[in-house]
């Protein structure tokens, strides 16, 4: 007996349809089950776990001959999600459930050797391509991925599933499909309480207006300054005043995350943006995404939030010159002779770093044990390039003690968050149908269009570039920055001040970079 049913399968963070064919012919002296159609170890090993689930079930593995066909053959099936639908294929093909019953249903699930479903990863991709699949009306996951499942209960039946029983009584109409008004509260406000604020930060003005400027334009920051300045502190703080995530930000970061298995148990989508901070010694693939099955890095799971590089000269200097070409096209595309895999990459990047290795170079109260020779080395582990891609570069100084201890409040992130989302609002209205969010995004042809200078501020622009020998990528990004401080002061057009303001982010590198 011939039986269809569907799956997904995922490249990159896309889930695409796969049929699930099962034809049991019943011919052959020896009990086998083939499976064709592009699959890796983890598919082809399926056969086993479904054997031994069916068996602690109570049903019958088919008798002779049996062929699995995942379709299209051309892509490559990775993983331990089609155990469920290759099982529930083979039930059917023996008559113990209706065909006609597997074919409007979409299936994910891992099997254990009792029969019990286990989750697996990409739910929730796979649930948003299901409720677009004209032809899927029923949707079957594993019970610990019912959070991921929830998007698409508005049009599916969704239907929690914990072990191989309960997706066959799933199947013949004797389970109830989830409610869908759970729905309602995906896209709820995120909890602003369990975000660090910025009045735990003493002092620091400068640098917290730099994240504000930072905030409202989605732009790249550099902090340079001694051990114990407070630069993770203010790092750490910036995702509070950043805007909350629309919808569409909210399910692309949330896939990214899904076919890693990061989504909270809890919670079908990531509700605040991501702050990621990896340790300096990650991967190239961990930073940039890759490895020998492509995945997203680092820089993808920070996608629409915040990614932070501490201690920036101690990470690998492939990986962050791997950083160039993301944070210029807000992507990363990964190939490999096997695969190939684009993923979205629009973070803003944060970084910190001492400005020589005992990180009291330039100090008033630390004498410097480090010999010029040791500096330069230290500085050169950043590429001019690399630097010449963060919009703001700011030093940050430490703060003294009697400061620190003064009881005077320091405005919370609930005021700065508020300018931000004022900022915000007037970009997105300025730059309504151009397919960019903020100010960093520009292209060449918007920024000549919305960033237009009268000829005071390109005279003054033209003294900075010989005065600090800016590249023209640098006056972009002067030009942008002068544009979001605008933004923020509520004015149309860019002048004076504002690209003085902008040219004060850009003198690290004629001070440390020489």
Known sequence: MLTKTYSAALTGIEALPLEVEVNASGRGEQDFVSIVGLPDAAVRESRERIRSALYSCGYNHPSGATLVNLAPADIKKEGAGFDLPIALGLIAATGQLEPAALGDAMVLGELALDGMVRPVRGVLSAALMAREFKRVAKLIVPAQNVSEAVVAASRLKVYPVGSLPEAVAALKGEALPLDASATEQLFAEPDWDNIPDFSDVKGQTAAKRALEIAA????????VGPPGSGKSMLAKRLPGILPPMTENETLETSRIHSILGLLPSDSPLLKTRPFR???????DAGLIGGGTNPGPGEISLAHNGVLFLDEL?????GALEALRQPLEDGFVSVVRISAQAKYPARAMFVAAMNPCPC??????TQPCRCTQKEIARYLGRISGPLLDRIDMQLEVTAVPVRQITESAPEEPSEAIHARVQAARRRQQARYAGEGVSSNAELSARQLE????????????IGKACDKYNLSMRAVSRVR???RTIADLAGEENIG?????EALRYRNLEGNYWK
């Open 216 to 223: 409202a334009g989605g732009h790249h920051v550099l902090f």
């Open 480 to 482: 942008k920055v002068a």
């Open 313 to 317: 000269p101690e990470y690998d200097r």
């Open 277 to 283: 901070s990896p340790h300096h010694t990650v991967s």
């Open 449 to 460: 269009q919305f960033c237009p200078l009268d000829d005071a501020c390109r005279e003054l």
């Open 496 to 500: 004076k001040a504002h690209i003085l």
């Open 359 to 364: 990180g009291n170079y330039g100090s008033s």
